[in-house]
C-alpha cells in the first residue's frame, strides 16, 4: 500500500510562517504530480499548489506570491513554505500525489489524513 504522512501543522500569527511537509511511502514505482489541497470549515476542498515531477508549478491565486511548493524526487517528500500568513489560511491541509505503483501507466491518486493550520489574527 501507499502512505502520505503530513507534518508542520500548527498555530501561527497572522504574518508569520510556517512549512509543511509530507512523506509518501510503501509501494511506490513513480509519482507524477504532488500537491497541497487545504479545506476550512463549513467550505469545500481547495487548490492551495501543485509540482510536477519535472518542477512546474501552479498555485491558488490567494497564495500566489505567500506560499511556495517544492519537492525531494529522491526521497517522495513535497513541502510548502507558507510566508504572510492571514487568518484565512486557517485550514486542514492535505497533502496530495498522483502516482505509479508499477512499470505501467495506471495512475492512482492518495490523499494524507491532513494538518490542521491556524492563523491567530
Known amino acids: 500500500q501507499v502512505e502520505l504522512v503530513e507534518s508542520g501543522g500548527g498555530l501561527v500569527q497572522a504574518g508569520g510562517s510556517l512549512r509543511l511537509s509530507c512523506a509518501a511511502s510503501?509501494?511506490?514505482?513513480?509519482?507524477?504530480?504532488m500537491g497541497w489541497y487545504r479545506q476550512a470549515p463549513g467550505k469545500q476542498r481547495e487548490l492551495v499548489a501543485t509540482?510536477?515531477?519535472?518542477?512546474?508549478?501552479n498555485y491558488a491565486d490567494s497564495v500566489k506570491g505567500r506560499f511556495t511548493i517544492f519537492r525531494d524526487n529522491a526521497n517522495n517528500q513535497v513541502y510548502l513554505q507558507m510566508n504572510s500568513l492571514r487568518p484565512e489560511d486557517t485550514a486542514v491541509y492535505y497533502c496530495?500525489?498522483?502516482?505509479?505503483?508499477?512499470?505501467?501507466?495506471?495512475?492512482?491518486?492518495?490523499w494524507g489524513r491532513g494538518t490542521q493550520v491556524t492563523v491567530s489574527s
Open positions: 510503501g509501494n511506490i514505482f513513480s509519482i507524477n504530480a
Open positions: 509540482i510536477t515531477s519535472g518542477g512546474s508549478t
Open positions: 496530495n500525489a498522483d502516482l505509479r505503483r508499477d512499470s505501467s501507466k495506471r495512475l492512482y491518486t492518495y
